[in-house]
C-alpha cells in the first residue's frame, strides 16, 4: 500500500503566480478530501470529492481556488493568482466509501507566497 | 454545525506519566470519532477511532472510549514516552455522505521529557 501521494513536498512561490498542488489517493479509495493546515485556523476542509465528484466546496475560500478529480487516481488544487496568505500546508486525504473508516492523509504541500 | 474542542497546550510530561488530553464534541446523529497524531514535518496518522456510543478505540498503549451521554472522545495513556511527542488531534465525521469529511479540533501538544 502506497499511501496518498502530494506533490510537491514544498512550494515557494510569488504571489501573483499560479500553484498546482497535486494528490494520488489510495487505490480503491473513492473519497478525496483537501485540507488546509494554518496556524491561525487549524485543519479546515476546502473539498471534498466523492467517486470524483465534489460533494462539498463549501470551504474553498474563494474563486481563486479550483479543485478537480478527472478520475480515480488523480486530482489537483490550483490557486490563480496566489497571495501571501494563501501560505499554509495543504493536504489531502482518502477514504474509502464508507463514513466509519478512517481518512489517510498524505505528507502534506508546505506552501509558501512571497 | 459540528464542532470539536479540545484543551490547549502544550501539555508538558516526564517519561512514564499518565496522559489525559479532554475532547468533547458538538454534532447531531451519531457521528465516528477519531484522533490523529502528527509528527513534525508529517501528515496526520490515525491513532484510534470509535464509531458507536460505548466503544473504546485502542492503539498503541493510547484509548479513548465514545460516551455520547457526556459528549466526549478523552485520549488516555498510562505511561507516555518521549517518542509520543506530538500534536494530537480529536476530530469527528457523520454517517452520511455530506458530512463524511473530518471536523477537527484545534490540536494539542505533547511533550515528554525523559
Known amino acids: 500500500d502506497a499511501g496518498v501521494i502530494q506533490s510537491p513536498r514544498h512550494e515557494v512561490t510569488e504571489m501573483g503566480q499560479e500553484v498546482t498542488l497535486r494528490c494520488k489517493p489510495i487505490s480503491g479509495h473513492n473519497s478525496l478530501f483537501w485540507y488546509r493546515q494554518t496556524m491561525m485556523r487549524g485543519l479546515e476542509l476546502l473539498i471534498y470529492f466523492n467517486n470524483n465528484v465534489p460533494i462539498d466546496d463549501s470551504g474553498m475560500p474563494e474563486d481563486r481556488f479550483s479543485a478537480k478529480m478527472p478520475n480515480a487516481s488523480f486530482s489537483t488544487l490550483k490557486i490563480q493568482p496566489s497571495e501571501p496568505r494563501d501560505s499554509a500546508v495543504y493536504f489531502c486525504a482518502s477514504q474509502v466509501s464508507d463514513g466509519n473508516q478512517p481518512q489517510h492523509f498524505g505528507d502534506g504541500t508546505r506552501l509558501s507566497i512571497l | 454545525g459540528d464542532s470539536v474542542t479540545q484543551m490547549e497546550g502544550p501539555v508538558t510530561l516526564s517519561e512514564e506519566a499518565f496522559l489525559t488530553i479532554n475532547c468533547t464534541y458538538t454534532?447531531?446523529?451519531?457521528?465516528?470519532l477519531f484522533w490523529y497524531v502528527q509528527y513534525p514535518g508529517e501528515g496526520l496518522q490515525l491513532l484510534l477511532k470509535a464509531t458507536k456510543a460505548d466503544d473504546k478505540g485502542s492503539n498503541k498503549g493510547f484509548e479513548a472510549t465514545y460516551r455520547k451521554e457526556t459528549t466526549s472522545f478523552h485520549l488516555e495513556k498510562g505511561s507516555v514516552q518521549v517518542s509520543d511527542s506530538a500534536v494530537y488531534f480529536c476530530?469527528?465525521?457523520?454517517?452520511?455522505?455530506?458530512?463524511?469529511?473530518?471536523?477537527f479540533g484545534s490540536g494539542t501538544r505533547l511533550q515528554v521529557q525523559p
Open positions: 454534532a447531531t446523529g451519531y457521528p465516528s
Open positions: 476530530a469527528l465525521s457523520g454517517p452520511d455522505t455530506g458530512r463524511r469529511a473530518l471536523t
